[in-house]
């Protein structure tokens, strides 16, 4: 029988050979996937970051010639420590997991001195004055000491978190300008725990209007990515 009268199945089978990559060709291959890899999360990263970056640069950078922010900068921003606080009930509290709100943050002993009492005051006359945004903020006191709480203060704290937090690790995040006490400031903090903005010492009045006018500027700035409650 010739070759073309024969049954397809009687044809020989064809192999085709192929040649298995060299070690240092996988090793490269593979360099080339974790580097692309790095890039794209890096990208991603990027892409997350950007809001923020931008609303910190038109607060910053973009704004009205002459135009001065009544709060000192403070750069670089420092990180809500992990450190663990407790409630005037002795519950525990993550100090980080106050992140999600702007916080507006005073220090004092517990005994709370006049002074104490004017500026926890004016902390919350800041934030009611701020309106509908209100919601995007917290009255955060932290107290950095074990002396109680003068009874009479408590029914005017109900909106406030009240903390108390070991005072070497709070004097290893918050700083006051120079000369000056702890105890003597307002301190911001925006809603990723960074501690940002630090208000001029013994807030007056006229001080608080002013202090009010940089926090409504800067949730405005952060619209587009801060949302109220966390």
């Excluded at 002459?66 to 670089?76: A, Q």
């Excluded at 010492?201 to 109220?228: C, H, N, T």
Aim: aromatic share 6%; proline share 7%; with cysteine.
């Amino acid at each position: 029988m010739s070759d073309t009268q024969r049954p397809e199945s009687d044809h020989p089978l064809g192999l085709t050979v192929y040649d298995l990559p060299s070690p240092q060709d996988v090793a490269q291959a593979d360099a080339k996937r974790t580097a692309m890899g790095r890039l794209r999360m890096v990208i991603v990263l990027l892409v997350c970051a950007a809001p923020v970056v931008a609303s910190y640069f038109t607060y910053y950078v973009v704004r009205p010639e002459g135009r001065r922010n009544f709060g000192e900068l403070i750069e670089p921003t420092r990180a809500l420590p992990a450190i663990t606080a407790q409630t005037l009930t002795g519950e525990s509290v993550a100090l980080p997991d106050l992140k999600g709100q702007w916080l507006l943050v005073s220090v004092s002993g517990g005994a709370c001195t006049q002074d104490c009492q004017t500026r926890l005051y004016l902390q919350r006359q800041v934030l009611t004055g701020l309106g509908k945004d209100r919601p995007r903020t917290e009255w955060v006191w932290l107290i950095d000491d074990a002396e109680p709480v003068p009874a009479e203060l408590l029914p005017g704290l109900k909106e406030a978190t009240v903390l108390r937090v070991d005072a070497t690790a709070l004097h290893q995040w918050l700083a006051p300008a120079s000369g000056q006490a702890l105890s003597d400031h307002l301190y911001l903090v925006d809603p990723h725990g960074q501690w940002m903005m630090r208000f001029p010492p013994q807030l007056s009045a006229e001080g608080a209007l002013k202090a009010k006018r940089d926090i409504e500027r800067l949730l405005r700035a952060a619209a587009s990515w801060d949302e109220a409650g966390r």
